[in-house]
């Protein structure tokens, strides 16, 4: 098993900027793509970005890429979420998730095997 918790979300103003983190702990870390999906109110939960076991590859939703970015600290068992120019509609709660040991980063929530309990953004406009 992998215990993911994810930390700091919160209220912001559009137009500023936020870094999720999510910790790890359990089985080894490094080993693990992950991902980050959100859920927004009244929506299904849908991908936002992800990132290879190593760190090396990611991959996004085309309306997050010029905003937010995805990175990965094996060393400290955490995965981040940094999130710029945010607007009202990234408000959501955000998720991180543990998906295939040596795998590719993927937008299939199916590919994830563990997940985290989420935290709250929201934006203010």
């Known amino acids: 098993q992998v215990q993911l918790v994810e930390s700091g979300g919160g209220l912001v103003q559009a137009g500023g900027s936020l870094r999720l983190s999510c910790a790890a702990s359990g089985r080894p870390f490094s080993p693990y793509s992950m991902g980050w999906f959100r859920q927004a109110p009244g929506k299904e939960r849908g991908f936002v970005a992800a990132?290879?076991?190593?760190?090396?590859?990611?991959y996004y939703d085309d309306s997050v890429k010029e905003r937010l970015t995805i990175s990965k600290d094996n060393a400290k068992n955490t995965v981040y979420l940094q999130m710029n120019s945010m607007t009202p509609e990234d408000t959501a709660i955000y998720y991180c998730?543990?998906?295939?040991?040596?795998?590719?980063?993927?937008?299939?929530?199916?590919?994830?095997?563990?997940w985290g309990q989420g935290t709250q953004v929201t934006v203010s406009s």
């Open positions: 998730a543990a998906g295939q040991t040596f795998g590719k980063p993927s937008n299939y929530s199916n590919y994830y095997r563990y």
């Open positions: 990132i290879n076991w190593s760190g090396t590859d990611t």
